[in-house]
């Protein structure tokens, strides 16, 4: 019997269905990437993109997250997922989605696990990444008027420690590592499907609970009120106290060295978030 079972597609599609999901619901062996492959796949099918589309991979050979770095995960341990479906807000306020995978990926785990939200893309367990989100916005060719969102999620289920390189650029973790080790392996489906309806919900609540959303955000996070040192999309690097988020999620950093009246400075994005 193989310990690590693939992905049972019918029981994810089943509930998909029963909670009223709208997207076609994928499951496969491997694949470059996800979001590439679910890409590809739109190019190929038009029609996916109307409804959206999740796709699940059990390995993939060259997973991706922020910077060009690569995620890595053994087969049939994680859940490797990219949900594409036409952005429901208009392209300036394309990094809610960002927020939306975030909190999605926060309220499918915090019942059992104590998760925060490290702004903007990753999900903590005890000082280390548990999940990673890579969101892209891209216009595909069978569309020139029509852009395409596609949300990728990385989430550790049931790595161990010896499945994780020994340099990595910040310190990672499993869910089934915060287990008893006579616990048995995490069953992935139900997971899955907690993580679809979530992130379902959280798309559409971008329209018009944004803000809601942002408070939420706050209760999560795991960088307000501590010194957190940045690099930039540009590569400059921002040191400071992280002071509050935004209207659109964005960080506000009071930078080290300014008084506590100064105006605070507001980072959108960042490739790469350390706090101090």
């Known amino acids: 019997m193989n310990e690590h079972p693939p992905l049972n597609h019918a029981e994810i599609e089943q509930h998909a269905t029963r909670e009223g999901l709208p997207w076609k619901i994928l499951c496969l062996d491997n694949c ?8 590809t796949r739109i190019n190929k099918d038009p029609q996916l993109l109307q409804s959206g589309i999740a796709l699940f991979s059990e390995w993939q050979e060259s997973g ?4 060009g770095a690569r995620w890595l995960s053994p087969r049939s341990r994680n859940l490797l997922l990219s949900v594409a479906l036409p952005p429901p807000v208009a392209p300036e306020h394309w990094a809610r989605l960002t927020h939306a995978a975030a909190l999605a990926v926060y309220q499918t785990l915090r019942t059992d696990f104590p998760v925060t939200i490290k702004w903007p893309n990753d999900i903590y367990l005890a000082n280390a990444k548990v999940a990673g989100i890579l969101i892209e916005s891209i216009t595909p060719s069978v569309s020139a008027d029509q852009g395409m969102a596609v949300i990728g999620i990385g989430l550790n289920i049931n790595s161990t420690p010896e499945d994780f390189p020994e340099h990595l650029d910040s310190p990672a973790t499993s869910l089934r590592m915060h287990c008893t080790p006579q616990d048995p392996l995490l069953p992935r489906e139900p997971i899955a499907v907690a993580l679809l309806c979530s992130l379902h ?5 971008c329209i018009n609970d944004f803000a809601t959303m942002v408070d939420e955000l706050k209760a ?7 010194k957190v040192t940045l ?3 540009d590569g400059q690097t921002r040191t400071g106290l992280a002071k509050d988020y935004g209207s659109e999620g964005e960080l506000l950093l009071q930078v080290e060295g300014t008084s506590a009246s100064a105006p605070l400075l507001r980072i ?4 790469h978030v350390r706090r101090n």
């Open 32 to 39: 470059q990437s996800t979001n590439r492959e679910t890409v």
């Open 231 to 233: 690099q930039l999309p």
């Open 201 to 205: 919900r959280m798309v559409l609540r």
């Open 268 to 271: 959108a994005s960042a490739d």
């Open 64 to 67: 991706r997250g922020r910077r």
């Open 220 to 226: 999560a996070s795991a960088l307000l009120g501590h």
